[in-house]
């Protein structure tokens, strides 16, 4: 069973809109989330995290979003641009536990 | 260096063979993690180390795979007697403490053949 799921494989943005990536979890313990970066032939790169006391936060074009009673969290990146084009994971984690649970990624496309 | 390192970046073995591989975490970092992801699948925790202990192994698939660290800083997974499900990409990742972002080196590409 699938404690994360992203359930977009892939996403194609033009450059300069908004992108959206959505991910779904199903346990209401998790309460530390994390959006991670792939680029082919490399490590996931950190991107963005919150925790479950917030609903909001941001850095630059990056902003996650949480909805705790949904079990619901997105991530904008506006504007977006052609470097973003990579593979987007969501992570989640029980403070405490260290493990994170990834989910399979989305695919995301900016194109010009 | 300035990020996770790990060695080699691809292992080609025969099925039945041992290896090891290597991670070097980022200064400082107190917490190292090894994750794999197989073809198609996502990132799949395998161990979490805290200086040098393991308080937890749960991702671990069979007892052929084994992990130590030394040092409070390089760790090596060890795989006996590799099978061809064994075959994946094996992430190794660091954080300066428990709780805080995890940052990853670029993995070893492990095959099987």
């Known amino acids: 069973d699938q404690q994360v799921k992203q359930n977009s494989p892939s996403l194609s943005v033009q450059e300069g809109r908004i992108s959206i990536l959505n991910c779904d979890y199903t346990n209401s313990m998790f309460d530390y989330f994390l959006w991670y970066k792939k680029y082919p032939a490399e490590g996931p790169t950190f991107l963005i995290s919150?925790?479950?006391?917030?609903d909001k936060n941001e850095d630059g074009r990056f902003t996650v979003f949480l909805n705790k009673s949904a079990k619901h969290l997105s991530l904008h990146i506006v504007p977006s641009q052609p470097g973003d084009s990579a593979v987007y994971f969501c992570a989640v984690s029980i403070q405490g536990a260290q493990k994170l649970v990834f989910g399979q990624g989305t695919r995301l496309t900016i194109n010009p | 260096g300035a990020g996770v390192s790990q060695s080699p970046s691809n292992k080609v073995t025969e099925k039945g063979k041992d290896v090891e591989l290597r991670c070097d975490p980022i200064s400082g970092h107190t917490a190292l993690y090894w994750y794999r992801q197989s073809l198609g699948q996502g990132l799949e925790f395998l161990i979490y180390?805290?200086?040098?202990?393991?308080?937890?192994k749960s991702g671990l698939p069979s007892d052929r795979f084994s992990a130590e660290r030394t040092g409070g800083s390089v760790s090596t997974l060890t795989i006996q007697r590799t099978q061809q499900e064994d075959s994946a990409v094996y992430l190794c990742?660091?954080?300066?403490?428990?709780?805080?972002?995890?940052?990853f080196g670029d993995g070893t590409r492990l095959s099987i053949l």
């Open positions: 990742a660091s954080s300066f403490r428990p709780n805080q972002p995890q940052h």
């Open positions: 180390f805290q200086g040098n202990s393991a308080p937890d």
């Open positions: 919150i925790s479950s006391i917030k």
